[in-house]
Each structure stands twice: as C-alpha cells, then as structure tokens.
C-alpha cells in the first residue's frame, strides 16, 4: 500500500448519507432562505459528503439533542455548530467545556474536573507554561477530541477525577515506641563503667 492510500484512510467516513439527508432537510425546513444562502456553492453530493464527515461519531442520541436545540435557535447554524449542539449536555463534557473547566482546576485544584479533561490538561501543561493558553487550548481540544472519540468506540463512560489519597508518612510515635530490654551483661559493663567514673571524680 503506498503512502497515498494510507492518507487516504484517513478521510473514510462512516455515518449514514439517509441521516445526513434527514438533518440538512430539517435545517432547510428550520431556516429557509438562510440556509440556502450559507450553503448555496455547494451541490448536493458535496453537502452530503460535508455533513456526514462533520457528524461522524455522533449517536443517535447526539443528533436528537442537535436537533431540539435547532428548535430553539434563532440563526441557522454552521455544520460544525451543529455537531457542537449535539455533543453539549451529553454525558461527555465538549473540548470546550473540559478546556473552560482544565483552567478552573489550575486556578483551584477543588474544582470538579473529569479523568479526561485531567489527563489532556496534564499532555498539554508544558504548552500552557511555555507558551500561553491560546496555544494550549488548540492542543487541548484536539488531543481531548481524539481521547473522547476513542473512549466512545470503547464504550466508556464518563468518570470524574478523584486525587489519589497522600502517601503514608512514617511518624514517630513515642507512646507506640517498642522498647527492647538490655542484655544483662550489657548492664553489668555500664554499672561498671558508672562505677569507675564515680570513682574518678571522687
């Protein structure tokens, strides 16, 4: 297989064209004239092939939400504002929800914060230090995406971050001290050395 053809993986896209269709006819249905106009240079096969590598990954569950938070918006969206509807109030957090609640952890550690979201703030901490939050959050929400989309192939759910319990410290304890008795010989050589230094200062 030649380099092309390995690329060419890359751009395959499984998400049904009838569910790319049924979501285009309910945003044209929705917003009209609008649509038409932000979508007007592309054909139909185009738009198809546009919308199902934008919603790639998504669940049913996913579009429903997309799709009654439609109901309620004034402007017709862009695809991938579409998609973001769909991934919000899901079990997930978004990239941007993990990126807005990583920095709320920075700041205060107490703050909730999902396994996830910890481990990509974690990957991408050196950025943050070294170069700024606006190039760590372009790094965040692409390694967070890329962790979020395989958890989801896995069937994962989302879990919360709990800090690991602080290791035992190793204290002294006088009252738990065990003594150990002294040989009797032992004591007998101190009475005698006892004995003579008395004698000395005599």
Request: net charge neutral.
């Amino acid at each position: 297989m030649g380099d092309i053809e390995l690329f060419k993986n890359a751009f395959q896209v499984e998400f049904p064209v009838e569910v790319a269709n049924l979501v285009l006819s309910r945003i044209s249905d929705l917003y009209g004239t609008e649509f038409s106009k932000k979508y007007h240079g592309y054909s139909d096969s185009e738009l198809q092939q546009l919308t199902c590598t934008v919603l790639s990954g998504l669940t049913p569950e996913d579009i429903q939400r997309g799709l009654l938070r439609m109901n309620s918006e004034e402007w017709c969206p862009n695809l991938p504002k579409f998609r973001s509807w769909c991934e919000q109030g899901g079990e997930w957090w978004t990239a941007e929800m993990a990126w807005a609640k990583a920095l709320q952890f920075e700041a205060d550690p107490t703050t909730k914060i999902t396994k996830l979201a910890k481990h990509t703030l974690d990957e991408v901490r050196h950025v943050l230090v070294a170069e700024g939050q606006r190039a760590a959050h372009f790094a965040f929400k692409d390694i967070y995406q890329d962790y979020l989309r395989r958890a989801k192939d896995q069937g994962k759910a989302q879990e919360f971050y709990v800090k690991p319990p602080e290791p035992k410290r190793l204290g002294f304890d006088e009252s738990k001290r065990n003594c150990v008795p002294c040989p009797p010989e032992f004591v007998a050589q101190l009475r005698g050395i006892n004995s003579l230094n008395k004698g000395g200062v005599a």
